[in-house]
């Protein structure tokens, strides 16, 4: 292989990597194959809010996972809420299974989003203790430093740096192939 082909090859595999980096670091993440799921201390330090409940209402997926839909509320840290908390959150900790009745942690408004959703819930019992679940309003940022609901500042996401060397790289293998093929036409 010519000099200008092995440049050629290595170019193509630098972009596709990256646009296969890019793929895979912005697609949703897949739940069924999940085996563990988030600390929730660490989980609770980044909420906005807190709910402590029942489970009145579930929604479940083909993939087996359920949401918690409602939650009667027995306390509620950080938020204004009626007698029924309704909102959509799904499992912290992937084995946890809720059913109705089940006590919940929701914790609301969380840092980093979990499958698209803000907020997320741990099963009394099963993801956190009892002394967990009554502790949560203490795990809560101090809510004079919080920032206000929606104004988080999230990591950036894991595959930009490979998109962002594999476009640098292409842009420079590109003007290369340019200023090489100009100069000849030159001579």
């Excluded at 479940?60 to 359920?66: E, L, Q």
């Excluded at 206000?148 to 996401?157: F, M, R, T, W």
Aim: charged share 15%; aromatic share 6%; glycine share 10%.
């Amino acid at each position: 292989m010519t000099t200008r082909s092995w440049r050629a090859a290595l170019g193509a595999l630098v972009v596709v990597g990256s646009l296969l980096g890019a793929a895979h670091g912005t697609a949703p993440v897949a739940r069924a194959e999940c085996d563990g799921g988030i600390d929730f201390a660490a989980t609770a330090a980044t909420a906005n809010a807190a709910v402590v409940g029942r489970v009145v209402s579930l929604s479940r997926h083909a993939n087996g996972f359920t949401d918690v839909t409602a939650v009667r509320v027995e306390h509620a840290f950080g938020i204004a809420t009626g007698p029924v908390f309704y909102g959509r959150a799904v499992a912290g900790w992937c084995p946890d299974a809720p059913r109705a009745g089940s006590l919940v942690v929701i914790l609301v408004d969380i840092a980093r989003p979990v499958s698209g959703s803000r907020q997320v819930y741990f099963v009394v019992t099963q993801s956190i203790t009892l002394a967990q679940a009554a502790a949560v309003g203490k795990e809560l940022p101090d809510t004079s430093t919080a920032a206000p609901a929606g104004q988080h500042v999230l990591a950036p996401n894991e595959a930009s740096l490979p998109v962002i060397a594999g476009g640098i790289a292409f842009l420079l293998a590109l003007r290369r192939r340019r200023s090489g093929g100009s100069a000849r036409a030159r001579a």
